[in-house]
Structures are given as structure tokens and as C-alpha cells.
T-cell receptor, first 115, second 112 residues
Framework: GAGVSQTPSNKVTEKGKYVELRCDPI?????LYWYRQSLGQGPEFLIY????????DSGLPNDRFFAVRPEGSVSTLKIQRTERGDSAVYLC?????????????FGPGTRLTVL | GDSVTQMEGPVTLSEEAFLTINCTYT??????LFWYVQYPGEGLQLLLK?????DKGSNKGFEATYRKETTSFHLEKGSVQVSDSAVYFC???????????FGQGTTLQVKP
């Protein structure tokens, strides 16, 4: 079946602009996660949704970052007033029900470059 | 806070050599432990996992045993292949949260 998909695959923007990154999880998965991966580092957690609600947003670095999942399926990560330090690969993952032993399936990522 | 530490890379081996990639963790309670792999040009994939102490996860010839006494989850393979060349990430997940906490990754290069 289809895996997690993310669009766009690449996004180049200028400092100060607003960007939206989209994630389509595996059908039927109730849990959805966003991570950020800088070059040479492991992914860092940003936010976790259980259904439509954000169960844990402790990883969002500041109030320029916001994510929604209005119908419990597709999610959008929104970044306002982008900064060069926001450049990274943004990864989305989904899992069946968010249990601790649940496997998270990752998408291919969106590479964001802020000039 | 909770964290994962992996051995520094890159690790360069000849085909059919024995592989060990060390991973240790710091966490309260009893986390689940995971190894993910990222092949060149591809996304992160789960390689194996273990959910409680003394469990052994295995897949594609790779193994790792959850050692609570040493807080370790070292990845091993008896005979590596060129196709195993990738970046390997160790990660933990606590029972009361959805987030995975990753190590920094270890690059493995296998030469023919």
C-alpha cells in the first residue's frame, strides 16, 4: 500500500517568508509526527498528533512554528518569518495508534532551504 | 533529559566483515528501543526494535539486544554486504509519549 507522502520534496524560500509543508499519512493511521533533521544529525521531534489534536508539541522551537491536522488525516506544518537556521529536512511519520511499541513509518521528507 | 549516544562514524568495513555499532541510552523508566536505517536517497526505515529488557530484535541478519544493566542496544551483523552501506540511527521511545529520541547516526560504508 501507499506509504507516507510529503510535498513538496524541495522548497527554497527567502528569509522572512511563510512556508507550508504537507504530510499525507498512511491510511488508517491515527498518530502523526513531525521531525526536523539537520545535516549530519538524527531527527529531532517537533510535534505529535493523536487524531485531530496535538498530543505533544513540546519540540516546536518557537511560536513561528505551527502544525494542524483538521480532519485527522493530512497535516500541514507552517513556518512563519522563516530564518536561515530553519533550513533542514522536515520529516513526517505516522503510526497505527501511537502506542509506545508502535512502529513509526517515515515519509521521504521535505528539504527546506532558507536563503 | 532522555538521550541516545551512538559511536562516531564513519565505519568502513570490507564485505563479509563483522559489524558492531554501539548505542547507549539515558532514560527513566522502561523505554522501547529501535534501530532505523537510511539508505542513500531513501527515507528512514525501521530495521528492528525491542520493547523490554533482554528482548532481542532481529531483521535482515542484523540483531540487537536490549540490555538494561548497561543501558545499551548495540547493533550487530555477522557478515556485512555492500548493500548494507547506509546511515544507522538508534532511537528510544518512552511509554508516556509518542516521540522518538534519536542518536546522531552512524554512517556505514562497506567496500567490496
Amino acid at each position: 500500500g501507499a506509504g507516507v507522502s510529503q510535498t513538496p520534496s524541495n522548497k527554497v524560500t527567502e528569509k522572512g517568508k511563510y512556508v507550508e509543508l504537507r504530510c499525507d499519512p498512511i491510511s488508517g493511521h491515527t498518530a502523526l509526527y513531525w521531525y526536523r533533521q539537520s545535516l549530519g544529525q538524527g531527527p529531532e521531534f517537533l510535534i505529535y498528533f493523536q487524531g485531530t489534536g496535538a498530543a505533544d508539541d513540546s519540540g516546536l522551537p518557537n511560536d513561528r512554528f505551527f502544525a494542524v491536522r483538521p480532519e485527522g488525516s493530512v497535516s500541514t506544518l507552517k513556518i512563519q518569518r522563516t530564518e536561515r537556521g530553519d533550513s533542514a529536512v522536515y520529516l513526517c511519520a505516522s503510526s497505527l495508534d501511537g502506542e509506545s511499541t508502535d512502529t513509526q513509518y517515515f515519509g521521504p521528507g521535505t528539504r527546506l532551504t532558507v536563503l | 533529559g532522555d538521550s541516545v549516544t551512538q559511536m562516531e562514524g564513519p565505519v568502513t568495513l570490507s564485505e563479509e566483515a563483522f559489524l558492531t555499532i554501539n548505542c547507549t541510552y539515558t532514560a527513566t523508566g522502561y523505554p522501547s528501543l529501535f534501530w532505523y536505517v537510511q539508505y542513500p536517497g531513501e527515507g528512514l526505515q525501521l530495521l528492528l526494535k525491542a520493547t523490554k529488557a533482554d528482548d532481542k530484535g532481529s531483521n535482515k541478519g542484523f540483531e540487537a539486544t536490549y540490555r538494561k544493566e548497561t543501558t545499551s542496544f548495540h547493533l550487530e551483523k555477522g557478515s556485512v554486504q555492500v548493500s548494507d552501506s547506509a546511515v544507522y540511527f538508534c532511537a528510544l521511545k518512552k511509554s508516556n509519549t509518542g516521540k522518538l529520541i534519536f542518536g546522531q547516526g552512524t554512517t556505514l560504508q562497506v567496500k567490496p
